[in-house]
């Protein structure tokens, strides 16, 4: 069967900040210019935001630049930071930093408790009014490319494919979208991304890029224990000091506070569940106190980018350019993320309409790298340069190293540091680690996968080919069951991944829950043997996070 294509001039795959932004600035730009850029963004989601997850505390800079009138159109920022709070806690209390001493990395004034779900939400509003073509629904599943090897365009995935690969009633191929440049803003460890950095040697010369797994839940808390704009950070417990990781409480309006944890997925131990850290943390009296005689309402879990300006790749390639979390823009000493990929996306359409008014196709948007290089995304990035670098040595060497680099050099000492090495490489042995006793959940604070999982309303069809792919069917069990103890049963935040033997307790063998993933990516980063591979389910599948 031969799949139907349509042509625009610009293809952007993903429907997060930056693509969109990218769309609106193209065709703001087009308005300037007195012409026309047929632009065309596919989401995955059944729906802009759906599958949308952060914090989020938002730097309106990226915004103001795109909008300078959002608080006129509109704009869902309205929970302005009217408090910082820093803290480390150990497993009975801990200490507030005074705000005097922190980096002004760490500092809220000026910015917003958001739902950056409802902001993308608002984006696409915005990119409809403005002409942009938006199909919610399709996922970009396959890289197209011209005959001398510069990218044609995308694939959406085919529909209604039963387990087996086979065509079911209800099957839909595909639709090929051709353009002259692709931008890929497909979110933290982008499966098309993925590829093209590897087709196109993008990592060349780059550091590794490191992650975090970050979990969010959100709450709905009593009147009077709540304040709008309250901002908490928090390190230390439940993690050892050798452990990245902190929690965040944020004080939405409405009585609802989003509580999260983030866990760098450079960890040793396989025994250890980010998970079941971010149930225990719950439990500090730091969150516990606003906690109890809440209602949880929403949960979610996603991966993200960490290594910051040394592990960004080369952004473009001929045909295209990655933008946003595909790239990696992400601010992780300000743990912040949704500002940076906004003007990477506006960067980056800058130099695509330059091309497309001048009638090129295919070739490398070099402008964008150089713009990029010359804006205040790249010096905010530079200043917090060795933020993760440092962090991995601990967080009490780490914190104080940081400290110094931000307040003597203001984050231009004269070295750049770099990072120790992937994040699937850093797991020990399990006979070389202690296993961890988590406490059972209590159905109040703490609450296991499944039920979290129901809270993400997530979906899959029953019978479809499953999107999680083992490279070799063997190396759960020779590899990953033998030498760590199967960690992938408990770094999956959604119960994916079980182990299970028979009525004996023998002939272990994996079995993956496909229908329970939320498309956090996490088991693509941290499998030690890089054995698994995420891959876009059919379109419209997954999460459908509200207000998150």
């Given at each position: 069967?031969?799949?139907?294509?349509?042509?625009?001039?610009?293809i952007?795959?993903?429907?997060?900040?930056?693509?969109?932004?990218?769309?609106?600035?193209?065709?703001?730009?087009?308005?300037?210019?007195?012409c026309?850029?047929?632009?065309?963004?596919?989401?995955k989601?059944?729906e802009?935001?759906?599958?949308?997850?952060s914090?989020?505390?938002?730097?309106?800079?990226?915004?103001?630049?795109?909008?300078?009138?959002?608080?006129?159109?509109g704009?869902?920022?309205?929970?302005?930071?009217s408090?910082?709070?820093?803290l480390i806690?150990?497993?009975?209390?801990?200490?507030?930093?005074?705000?005097?001493?922190?980096?002004?990395?760490?500092?809220?004034?000026?910015?917003?408790?958001?739902?950056?779900?409802?902001?993308?939400?608002?984006?696409?509003?915005?990119?409809?009014?403005?002409?942009?073509?938006?199909?919610?629904?399709?996922?970009?599943?396959?890289?197209?490319?011209?005959?001398d090897?510069?990218?044609?365009?995308?694939?959406?995935?085919?529909?209604?494919?039963?387990?087996?690969?086979?065509?079911?009633?209800?099957?839909?191929?595909?639709?090929?979208l051709?353009?002259?440049?692709t931008?890929?803003?497909?979110?933290?460890?982008?499966?098309?991304?993925?590829?093209?950095e590897?087709?196109?040697?993008?990592?060349?010369?780059?550091?590794?890029q490191?992650?975090?797994?970050?979990?969010?839940?959100?709450?709905?808390?009593?009147?009077?224990?709540?304040?709008?704009?309250?901002?908490?950070?928090?390190?230390?417990?439940?993690?050892?000091?050798?452990t990245?990781?902190?929690?965040?409480?944020?004080?939405?309006?409405?009585?609802?506070?989003?509580?999260?944890?983030?866990?760098?997925?450079?960890?040793?131990?396989?025994?250890?569940?980010?998970?079941?850290?971010?149930?225990?943390?719950?439990?500090?009296?730091?969150?516990?106190?606003?906690?109890?005689?809440?209602?949880?309402?929403?949960?979610?879990?996603?991966?993200l980018?960490?290594?910051?300006?040394?592990?960004?790749?080369?952004?473009?390639?001929?045909?295209?350019?990655?933008?946003?979390?595909?790239?990696?823009f992400l601010?992780?000493?300000?743990?912040?993320?949704?500002?940076?990929a906004?003007?990477?996306?506006?960067?980056?359409?800058?130099?695509?309409?330059?091309?497309?008014?001048?009638?090129?196709?295919?070739?490398?948007?070099?402008?964008?790298?150089?713009?990029?290089?010359?804006?205040?995304?790249?010096?905010?990035?530079?200043?917090?340069?060795?933020?993760?670098?440092?962090?991995?040595?601990?967080?009490?060497?780490g914190?104080?190293?940081?400290?110094?680099?931000?307040l003597?050099?203001?984050?231009?000492?004269?070295?750049?540091?770099?990072?120790?090495?992937?994040?699937?490489?850093?797991?020990?042995?399990?006979?070389?680690?202690?296993?961890?006793?988590?406490?059972?959940p209590d159905?109040?604070?703490?609450?296991?996968?499944?039920?979290?999982?129901?809270?993400?309303?997530?979906?899959?069809?029953?019978?479809?080919?499953?999107?999680?792919?083992?490279?070799?069917?063997?190396?759960?069990?020779?590899?990953?069951?033998a030498?760590?103890?199967?960690?992938?049963?408990?770094?999956?935040?959604?119960?994916?991944?079980?182990?299970?033997?028979?009525?004996?307790?023998?002939?272990?063998?994996?079995?993956?829950?496909?229908?329970?993933?939320?498309?956090?990516?996490?088991?693509?980063?941290?499998?030690?043997?890089q054995?698994?591979?995420?891959?876009?389910?059919?379109?419209?599948?997954?999460?459908?996070y509200?207000?998150?």
């Amino acid at each position: 069967m031969q799949r139907e294509s349509m042509e625009y001039d610009v293809i952007i795959v993903g429907g997060g900040p930056a693509g969109l932004s990218a769309a609106i600035r193209l065709k703001q730009l087009a308005a300037l210019k007195g012409c026309d850029v047929n632009v065309c963004l596919i989401e995955k989601s059944a729906e802009i935001g759906g599958h949308i997850l952060s914090g989020a505390v938002m730097d309106p800079r990226a915004l103001a630049e795109l909008f300078p009138d959002w608080k006129r159109l509109g704009a869902p920022l309205n929970a302005p930071v009217s408090e910082d709070r820093f803290l480390i806690l150990n497993d009975t209390g801990g200490f507030q930093i005074p705000n005097w001493i922190l980096p002004g990395c760490f500092h809220n004034e000026g910015n917003y408790v958001i739902s950056l779900g409802n902001v993308c939400r608002w984006l696409g509003q915005q990119a409809e009014a403005l002409g942009i073509e938006i199909y919610p629904g399709f996922a970009g599943a396959e890289v197209l490319y011209n005959d001398d090897g510069s990218v044609k365009g995308v694939a959406t995935g085919d529909m209604g494919l039963l387990k087996d690969g086979s065509q079911g009633p209800a099957y839909q191929l595909g639709m090929e979208l051709h353009a002259r440049y692709t931008l890929f803003a497909e979110g933290c460890r982008g499966q098309l991304g993925k590829e093209i950095e590897e087709r196109f040697h993008l990592r060349d010369g780059a550091d590794p890029q490191v992650y975090g797994i970050g979990f969010k839940e959100l709450w709905e808390i009593r009147p009077g224990k709540h304040q709008t704009g309250l901002v908490i950070h928090t390190g230390g417990w439940p993690l050892d000091a050798q452990t990245y990781g902190g929690g965040f409480m944020y004080h939405l309006e409405d009585n609802q506070v989003s509580v999260g944890f983030v866990v760098g997925l450079g960890y040793s131990n396989p025994y250890l569940s980010p998970y079941e850290e971010f149930q225990r943390l719950k439990t500090h009296p730091t969150f516990s106190e606003f906690l109890d005689g809440g209602k949880r309402i929403a949960y979610g879990a996603r991966a993200l980018t960490a290594g910051g300006l040394q592990s960004l790749p080369k952004l473009v390639f001929p045909g295209g350019a990655l933008i946003g979390d595909d790239a990696g823009f992400l601010n992780a000493s300000r743990i912040k993320g949704s500002h940076c990929a906004i003007k990477s996306g506006m960067l980056a359409a800058e130099a695509c309409f330059d091309a497309v008014a001048a009638g090129r196709h295919g070739d490398e948007l070099l402008s964008y790298p150089d713009t990029f290089r010359q804006s205040w995304l790249f010096d905010e990035l530079y200043r917090a340069r060795n933020f993760k670098p440092w962090m991995a040595k601990g967080l009490h060497l780490g914190s104080l190293m940081f400290g110094i680099d931000q307040l003597l050099f203001r984050g231009k000492a004269p070295w750049t540091l770099h990072h120790p090495g992937a994040d699937h490489k850093q797991f020990k042995p399990a006979t070389d680690c202690q296993p961890i006793a988590y406490p059972r959940p209590d159905g109040v604070i703490t609450f296991d996968r499944l039920s979290s999982v129901f809270l993400s309303n997530t979906h899959h069809e029953e019978d479809e080919p499953c999107h999680l792919k083992l490279k070799d069917d063997s190396v759960p069990i020779r590899v990953n069951l033998a030498l760590y103890d199967a960690p992938e049963q408990r770094y999956c935040p959604a119960g994916v991944y079980e182990i299970l033997r028979d009525a004996a307790g023998d002939n272990p063998h994996l079995q993956i829950n496909a229908q329970n993933c939320i498309h956090c990516k996490t088991c693509d980063i941290k499998d030690p043997t890089q054995n698994i591979t995420w891959v876009a389910p059919q379109g419209g599948e997954g999460p459908n996070y509200p207000n998150m």
